[in-house]
């Protein structure tokens, strides 16, 4: 970190401190805690790169595949690969952001046809989140290769969940192309509660799940979260050389909005802000990595949000924010930590001028509860909220473990 990013960390304290009036309390910029040393292991393989794994259940089967830009094989995407083994790919379809994942957060994402391999690419955003029985009438097996990022919100688990619903409902086998989650080394957050339930959060887990896709796919499965309690055809081809006690590198964007691995280890904790007026710096080139507010007293930062791809209309469109760069933090402080950072949500919603409007709707689904919500209202501290999670931490972390298929985090 070089000695601009050290002032700024130090203005950022300096300022934060002297408008709470908490010169003793961590500063809303802490430092970080500690350093993980990663020690050399052997590379990841993702399922999809296990062809000879899962080549053979695909032979004279029509297959559907669920991917986007993530879907790929070193340098070739999964489709691609599996068109020019002869494989029948009959017709892909795509989630949030598209099937190029050019999409906006929450944009319809259109039916279209992919330019390279002439498929038809089926649209699992908008109004046709479920795939259709019609949909899936031609096929035989469905794969699902998509890359997460461990957030109960971050909505390809969703559209998971629905793949396995209508493949129950069909009988047709669903092979997970399992990948890494580069926030699995931890769980933390509230509980869903059912009466929040929406696509933004489907299931009774905490925010940061811990799991693979592969592994929640079993959870979904064996936990009979799928209506009518059904369960589908589910086979996981695992990733090699994983396990939950390492960090793993994306190599590729998962979605617009998440550009690097810092906005990656932040989405967690800034994610929350999307249910208030705070930008996230959606339309800025650091996105999920900062945060301000035209109402926000600080000279640390500021940014103006602009219209661009991914963001065509940012919160705070053309409106200078002022606020704090949190970059280095995803990368030291919340990695290091493993855990959700509360207090600049807390910190924020004390010192801003319009409390009645800090919250919306948004807010309490994506927590997946109104108790926190009422817990930040009432004054309640980063330490007090995170203490009332522990029981429901601990009972999901037992449903947990029997869906493992990697070694946990210690």
């Not at 130090?10 to 908490?22: K, T």
């Not at 009959?90 to 949030?96: D, M, N, R, W």
């Not at 619903?165 to 699995?184: F, H, M, S, Y």
């Not at 940014?303 to 995803?330: I, N, R, V, W």
């Amino acid at each position: 970190m070089n000695l601009k990013h050290y002032l700024n960390i130090i203005i950022i304290s300096l300022l934060w401190v002297s408008c709470s009036g908490q010169s003793n309390e961590k500063s809303f910029a802490e430092s970080p805690k500690k350093v993980v040393e990663i020690k050399e292991e052997l590379p990841i393989v993702v399922g999809a790169a296990r062809t000879e794994s899962y080549l053979k259940l695909l032979e004279n089967k029509k297959i559907g595949v669920v991917a986007n830009h993530t879907s790929m094989i070193n340098e070739t995407h999964l489709v691609d690969s599996l068109v020019s083994l002869g494989i029948k790919v009959t017709k892909v379809f795509s989630p949030e952001h598209g099937f190029r994942g050019k999409a906006d957060a929450g944009e319809k994402v259109n039916s279209d046809i992919d330019s390279k391999t002439g498929l038809p690419i089926v649209s699992l955003y908008g109004k046709n989140k479920k795939p259709t029985a019609e949909q899936f009438g031609d096929l035989d097996i469905i794969i699902f290769d998509i890359q997460d990022v461990g957030a109960r919100f971050y909505t390809y688990i969703s559209t998971m969940h629905y793949v396995m619903e209508t493949c129950a409902e069909t009988n047709k086998q669903l092979i997970v192309l399992d990948r890494p989650n580069p926030n699995g080394h931890y769980i933390d957050g509230p509980i869903l509660d059912p009466a929040f339930k929406s696509f933004v959060g489907m299931h009774p887990v905490p925010i940061v799940h811990g799991m693979t896709v592969g592994e929640y796919a079993q959870m979904i499965n064996g936990e009979k979260w799928l209506a009518n309690k059904a369960t589908c055809d589910l086979t996981v081809i695992k990733a090699e050389h994983y396990d939950h006690n390492r960090f793993y590198e994306l190599p590729i964007k998962p979605s617009p909005n998440l550009p690097n691995m810092s906005s990656i280890y932040l989405y967690p904790s800034l994610c929350l802000f999307e249910g208030t007026p705070i930008s996230i710096g959606r339309g800025t080139e650091k996105p999920f990595q900062i945060m301000g507010h035209p109402l926000i007293k600080s000279d640390a930062y500021s940014f103006t949000p602009k219209s661009m791809d991914g963001a065509k209309k940012p919160k705070l469109k053309d409106q200078k924010c002022f606020g704090y760069d949190l970059e280095y933090f995803g990368a030291e402080y919340l990695k290091g930590k493993g855990g959700i950072n509360l207090f600049w949500l807390t910190e924020t919603y004390k010192n801003f001028p319009n409390k009645e409007k800090f919250f919306t709707r948004m807010f309490q689904l994506l927590s997946g509860t109104d108790k926190l919500q009422q817990q930040i209202e009432t004054g309640k501290t980063e330490d007090e909220i995170k203490a009332s999670w522990k029981d429901g931490l601990a009972k999901y972390s037992i449903i947990r473990k029997k869906y493992l298929l990697y070694k946990d985090f210690e």
